[in-house]
């Protein structure tokens, strides 16, 4: 535990002992159970209260303390991850939400977004407590209150890659349990694999094996170029892992396989598609498979889960190359005039693959007449 933070905690605080008293700061110490001593007689002290008077501590103190207590945490790294990206990593933001201290932009820093997650301004915000009683406690702590990050065990300072998570606010207990999909335990460049593990909680392991087997599959490169390669890789992995890599963790070597577009392999395998999909659409419409992988990405991406088969099958319909799914507009336009009330993805996708197979919405309603009852039930 860093030292000034350590508990108990000693700190002080301004406290008007009557009525029109100047204020005066004294001693306050936080105990190890987050317990207050003022040093006030707490019993005498009841008895003016209930008359109106009393320290002015006594009433003040217990407001600001889960404020205190909040921004502890933080600063100590004990919080776990104060920050948040939904984008993937290029913005950043307290895991808080955008308050009204926080930049509506965000942070493009994660550095920055963390030292303000844990900033008195942005606590006090969050705890709902008054900033400047929470200042003032904090001012009053003895010693260093953004304290740098623990030596190792082998008693050597903080390695760049535990200097950049404690920047973060990552705890370097937090790092040990993601060591297996770092590049290198020492390294910086590390930080983006830690980050993105701490939003997604992607199982290391399966990061680590699945970027060695793609590292094994390209061509040899420089041993620069093959490491630059690596940490991209391993970053990508963290960012992405999907269900479908948790319940066949081989899928995603498979897919990079392929060669398709990492866009194209994320969507895909977000919807639960394994290469073999891209493989028998390739081959049915004589497409490589990135451009297979592509186009069936298009289908998802627009809403839709088509079967590979059923792509394919629309080949007969004496449609050129590649069929583009329909917009949704047109699709919902069709739902209309059949009466379906309920459109779940499956029905979309029928529809979708119909209005492809007819060329326009009208065809495809007098080709699905018929069928109404049973996609207006589903
Ligand atoms: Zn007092
Ligand atoms: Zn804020």
């Given amino acids: 535990m860093p030292g000034a933070l350590a508990l108990p905690l000693a700190t002080s605080f301004p406290c008007r002992v009557a009525e029109g008293a100047g204020a005066v700061r004294h001693r306050v110490v936080v105990a190890e159970d ?52 939904d984008d993937g990593g290029p913005i950043w933001r307290a895991v808080d939400g955008t308050l009204g201290c926080c930049p509506a932009r965000g942070f493009r820093d994660p ?32 010693g260093e209150v953004d304290p740098l990050p623990p030596p190792m065990a082998d008693g050597q300072p903080a390695t760049p890659l535990v200097a950049a998570a404690w ?23 590390g930080m ?8 997604t909680g992607a199982d290391p392991t399966w990061v680590r094996t699945s970027a060695s087997d793609e590292l094994l599959r390209i061509p040899a490169r420089d041993p620069d170029g093959l490491h630059a390669h690596l ?19 081989s899928a995603r070597a498979s897919w990079l396989a392929t060669g398709a577009r990492r866009q194209d392999i994320v969507t895909l395998s977000s919807a639960g598609y394994l290469p073999d999909a891209a493989r028998e659409l ?18 998802v991406d627009a809403g839709y889960r088509p079967r590979p088969a059923e792509l394919v099958a629309l080949r007969d319909a004496g449609l050129g190359f590649g069929p583009m799914p329909p917009g ?9 005039l059949l009466g ?3 459109l779940d993805p499956s029905v979309a996708t029928v529809l979708a693959l119909e209005i492809a197979r007819r060329g326009t919405v009208g065809a495809a309603q007098l080709a699905l007449r018929g069928t109404e009852v049973r996609l207006a039930s589903a």
């Fill in 34 to 85: 987050w317990r207050l001593d003022t040093g006030h007689d707490e019993d005498l002290e009841q008895i003016a209260g209930a008359l109106g008077g009393g320290a002015s501590c006594l009433r003040e103190l217990p407001l600001v303390l889960p404020a205190l207590r909040l921004w502890w945490q933080r600063a100590t790294r004990r919080a776990g991850p104060v920050i948040r990206s």
């Fill in 111 to 142: 550095i920055l977004a963390a030292a303000h997650a844990r900033d008195v301004v942005h606590v006090a915000a969050v705890a709902g407590a008054h900033r400047r009683a929470l200042r003032h406690l904090v001012g009053g702590i003895e």
């Fill in 167 to 189: 920047a973060c606010g990552l705890h370097p207990e937090w790092l040990g349990r993601f060591a297996e999909a770092l590049p290198d335990t020492q390294a910086a460049e």
């Fill in 192 to 199: 983006g694999v830690l980050l993105a593990l701490s939003q």
């Fill in 231 to 249: 940490v991209g890789l391993l970053v990508w992995l963290s960012w992405t892992m999907t269900e479908l890599d948790r319940e066949e963790p």
């Fill in 282 to 299: 390739g081959l049915g419409w004589g497409m490589t498979l990135p451009g297979a992988a592509q186009l069936l990405g298009r289908w």
């Fill in 328 to 336: 949704q507009a047109a699709v919902r336009r069709l739902a209309d």
């Fill in 340 to 342: 379906v009330r309920r």
